[in-house]
């Protein structure tokens, strides 16, 4: 299916020819053969890159709304016919399994419909003068070319969700994506092509993340840069963004807590619970990091909890029976087994999992653990696992869980599960989370503002909002005479 090399720099509509000698692997996570060699970019291919973007702006910005909405419906329409085969691509480079893949593929092509839609309806204002002899407009204006970069855990969503509202507001774009999965990527890019979109407009480099990075933030032709990723690069590249007053959408990481109340329903809160941490294996910016049960009923759950847990199949993400595929990388196997050790050596028990895989698994496996007799001041506690390890805690009272709740840097997302309506509100006011699930884990939708606060971020993808951070707005004031 993958060739031995495959081009992966799209500049100005033209595929650039591989150099032979700036070339890197891309590998199997479940089974470490190498899928493909693809380009090792740098500065010059993403100067040139920046370039196209800004000569192709003010053709795509004046374009009308509406005509530009075509080229996303048809992207739109084009992924979800191929569904199935960018699925097979995205698993076999990332590892989630097969039917996460695909439902990963049609939920961003969701986004692209969302920001076809939304492409047609960017509005300005006309405000009331408070001087007669002047009338004011505000209007709606793409801030330029964009420069986006995006990581390995949903390859695939989180580049639609950047382009379809940068496209839908008139930005041109150059995209880095994670050199774990370019793949996907370049699948997305050839879409873009066959949708006719002009040349330009959409320009993709991989490669080297700080070359790459570091012209981006110098270049004084891209306008915005919106990342995806760990606290540490955004904090980085709000930093060096400073230089040029660039803007910055960062959308970073989580340490969600999910707090399940003794009114609960417990079968629920144990189901979902299980997909929010094992959804892509535990590699998921809001998945539950860490899980406070109510000690009246923590008997009961966590044993409904481990009946799940038990039952998850771990294997190749192209089999039809896996529940949880490889993670990305050694190194992330390597940082969860650090996090058990750490809880294990302070005193943790193991409730369900972290017991020998199957010996015939040569990727990146690791085995889903729940732990509980868990502490406040053990790693798991306090940092972003991004791994199949699940650590529970009890609680008696409502406004001490909500203080431990908040008691971190990170604001993505948080859970509860509760079946009454005070509490559900009462508790959603004051976690301090961008985004809140009740009796609910998949906040994700193209329709409402996705982000977090805090060192989580400082901006929205998705609904109406999500194209904001692609708008300026300029004010017009003029005098008449009357
Ligand atoms: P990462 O290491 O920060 O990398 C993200 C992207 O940034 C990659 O393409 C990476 O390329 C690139 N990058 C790294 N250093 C750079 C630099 N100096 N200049 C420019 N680009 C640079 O994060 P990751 O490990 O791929 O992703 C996992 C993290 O993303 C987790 O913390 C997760 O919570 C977060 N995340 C957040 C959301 C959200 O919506 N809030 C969604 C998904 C994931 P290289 O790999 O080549 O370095």
């Known amino acids: 299916m993958i060739k031995k090399r495959t081009k992966s720099i799209y500049i100005d509509g033209k595929?650039?020819?591989?150099?032979?000698?700036?070339?890197?692997?891309?590998?199997?996570?479940?089974?470490?053969?190498?899928?493909?060699?693809?380009?090792?970019?740098?500065?010059?291919?993403?100067?040139?890159?920046?370039?196209?973007?800004?000569?192709?702006?003010?053709?795509?910005?004046?374009?009308?709304?509406?005509?530009r909405s075509t080229f996303l419906y048809k992207a739109s329409q084009l992924m979800l016919e191929?569904?199935?085969?960018?699925?097979?691509?995205?698993?076999?480079?990332?590892?989630?399994?097969?039917?996460?893949?695909?439902?990963?593929?049609?939920?961003?092509?969701?986004?692209?419909?969302?920001?076809?839609?939304?492409?047609?309806?960017?509005?300005?204002?006309?405000?009331?003068?408070?001087?007669?002899?002047?009338?004011?407009?505000?209007?709606?204006?793409?801030?330029?070319?964009?420069?986006?970069?995006?990581?390995?855990?949903?390859?695939?969503?989180?580049?639609?969700?950047?382009?379809?509202?940068?496209?839908?507001?008139?930005?041109?774009?150059v995209l880095k994506p994670s050199p774990e999965t370019p793949l996907s990527a370049i699948e997305i890019i050839k879409i873009f092509e066959k949708a006719g979109m002009p040349a330009g407009v959409v320009n993709l480099v991989t490669g080297d993340a700080e070359a790459i990075g570091k012209e981006m933030l110098t270049n004084k032709k891209v306008s915005l840069i919106t990342f995806t990723g760990s606290t540490a690069v955004g904090k980085y590249l709000m930093r060096e963004s400073a230089n040029q007053l660039k803007k910055v959408s960062l959308e970073l990481g989580g340490h969600a807590p999910l707090i399940v109340f003794d009114d609960a329903n417990l079968e629920k809160a144990a189901t979902l619970a299980l997909a929010s941490k094992f959804r892509n294996n535990g590699q998921t910016c809001i998945c539950a990091n860490r899980l406070y049960v109510h000690e009246s009923i923590a008997k009961e759950f966590t044993t409904l909890l481990k009946e799940k847990v038990d039952q998850l199949i771990v294997g190749n993400g192209l089999d039809d029976d896996t529940d949880l595929g490889p993670l990305i990388s050694q190194a992330a196997c390597e940082k969860v087994q650090k996090h058990l050790d750490d809880a294990l050596g302070k005193g943790a028990h193991i409730l369900s999992g972290g017991k020998q895989l199957d010996k015939n698994l040569n990727g990146y496996f690791c085995p889903p653990t729940v732990i509980t007799n868990v502490t406040d001041d053990m790693i798991?506690?306090?940092?972003?696992?991004?791994?199949?390890?699940?650590?529970?805690?009890?609680?008696?009272?409502?406004?001490?869980?909500?203080?431990?709740?908040?008691?971190?840097?990170?604001?993505?997302?948080a859970y509860i599960f509760t079946e009454n309506t005070s509490r559900t509100l009462r508790v959603s006011e004051k976690l301090d989370y961008g985004i809140v699930g009740v009796n609910d884990v998949f906040p994700a939708v193209p329709e409402a503002p996705f982000g977090g606060i805090k060192q989580s971020g400082n901006s929205k993808e998705g609904g109406h909002h999500g194209m904001e951070e692609f708008i300026e707005k300029k004010f017009v004031s003029i005098g008449i005479e009357r």
């Open 15 to 67: 595929w650039e020819d591989l150099d032979p000698s700036k070339l890197v692997t891309v590998y199997n996570p479940a089974t470490l053969e190498p899928l493909t060699e693809v380009a090792n970019g740098g500065g010059v291919e993403t100067e040139k890159a920046i370039e196209a973007a800004a000569q192709a702006f003010p053709l795509w910005s004046s374009m009308p709304g509406r005509k």
């Open 82 to 173: 191929d569904a199935e085969r960018l699925g097979e691509i995205l698993t076999i480079e990332q590892g989630k399994p097969l039917k996460e893949a695909i439902g990963e593929v049609k939920g961003a092509a969701q986004f692209l419909l969302w920001y076809a839609e939304e492409a047609a309806r960017s509005y300005g204002e006309w405000l009331p003068s408070s001087i007669s002899g002047k009338r004011m407009l505000v209007i709606p204006k793409p801030v330029g070319v964009v420069g986006a970069i995006t990581p390995w855990n949903f390859p695939s969503s989180m580049i639609t969700r950047k382009l379809g509202p940068a496209l839908a507001a008139g930005c041109t774009v």
């Open 380 to 413: 798991v506690m306090n940092e972003e696992t991004f791994g199949p390890l699940f650590p529970i805690q009890t609680f008696t009272d409502e406004e001490a869980v909500i203080q431990k709740a908040n008691d971190t840097d990170y604001g993505l997302a």
